[in-house]
């Protein structure tokens, strides 16, 4: 098994550009979320889904969309890219929300000039 | 709200010392609390975790943290470090009746040196 895997793992985008990181799990798990990491921040919820189809905001959603077409991929896309989304995006599944194990994906890490 | 705080940013020690992480959380009836650990330019993986039961839970690489209910805490302790524990240390806690999932405190980095 590959776990969770994102890419691209590096990415310079210009303001007011727009990308999709993405995320694939092959572990079958219903689960999955996005998070960014800042320094001393720790890690911030950004949007989750608890199956295909079904997504939800997390603690900060905004300039950011997913969708969840199949249970494998969960891609996160920046609509116009700002100075301030400038940061480390994990992907994570897990077989369900609450008290189950998360795996994390290697990371993204994303500049924003 | 859910919160977690992590008391300490930082934690230097000197190799084969004991270590201990600090993590509070808000009151809940009912939370599970989890560490994570983040070696250098890499994701996060899981060390341990309370569900339920006995409040002492041990992890992998010789952690282990103790689950204490009164004072909402849940500090990780390891009795004697190693170079390569050195890395950063997240708590974090999930609460099913507030539907909130896996809030995480802002980390602490812990540097073992020789």
């Given at each position: 098994?590959?776990?969770?895997?994102?890419?691209?793992?590096?990415?310079?985008?210009?303001?007011?550009?727009?990308?999709?990181?993405?995320?694939?799990?092959?572990?079958?798990?219903?689960?999955?979320?996005?998070?960014?990491q800042?320094?001393?921040?720790?890690?911030?919820?950004i949007?989750?889904?608890?199956g295909?189809?079904?997504?939800?905001?997390?603690?900060?959603?905004?300039?950011?969309n997913?969708?969840?077409?199949?249970?494998?991929?969960?891609?996160?896309?920046?609509?116009?890219?700002?100075?301030?989304?400038?940061?480390?995006?994990?992907?994570?599944?897990?077989?369900?929300r609450?008290?189950?194990?998360?795996?994390?994906?290697?990371?993204?890490?994303?500049l924003?000039? | 709200?859910?919160?977690?705080?992590?008391?300490?940013?930082q934690?230097?020690?000197?190799?084969?010392?004991?270590?201990e992480?600090?993590?509070?959380?808000?009151?809940?009836?009912?939370?599970?609390?989890?560490?994570?650990?983040?070696?250098?330019?890499?994701?996060?993986?899981?060390?341990?975790?309370?569900?339920?039961?006995?409040t002492?839970?041990?992890?992998?690489?010789?952690?282990?943290?103790?689950?204490?209910?009164?004072?909402?805490s849940?500090?990780?302790?390891?009795?004697?470090?190693?170079?390569?524990?050195?890395?950063?240390?997240?708590?974090?806690?999930?609460?099913r009746?507030?539907?909130?999932?896996?809030?995480?405190?802002?980390g602490t980095?812990?540097?073992?040196?020789?």
């Open positions: 098994n590959a776990g969770v895997t994102q890419t691209p793992k590096f990415q310079v985008l210009k303001t007011g550009q727009s990308m999709t990181l993405q995320c694939a799990q092959d572990m079958n798990h219903e689960y999955m979320s996005w998070y960014r800042d320094p001393g921040m720790g890690l911030r919820l949007h989750y889904s608890v295909a189809g079904i997504t939800d905001q997390g603690e900060v959603p905004n300039g950011y997913v969708s969840r077409s199949t249970t494998e991929d969960f891609p996160l896309r920046l609509l116009s890219a700002a100075p301030s989304q400038t940061s480390v995006y994990f992907c994570a599944s897990s077989r369900g609450y008290q189950e194990t998360q795996y994390f994906g290697p990371g993204t890490r994303l924003v000039l | 709200a859910q919160s977690v705080t992590q008391l300490d940013s934690v230097p020690v000197f190799e084969e010392a004991p270590v992480l600090r993590c509070n959380y808000s009151s809940s009836v009912s939370v599970y609390l989890f560490w994570y650990v983040q070696y250098p330019n890499q994701g996060l993986q899981l060390l341990l975790k309370y569900l339920s039961g006995s002492l839970v041990k992890g992998i690489n010789g952690f282990e943290a103790e689950f204490n209910k009164s004072q909402t849940f500090h990780l302790r390891k009795p004697s470090v190693h170079i390569s524990d050195t890395a950063e240390y997240f708590c974090a806690v999930s609460d009746q507030a539907g909130t999932a896996l809030i995480f405190g802002k980095t812990l540097s073992v040196s020789s």
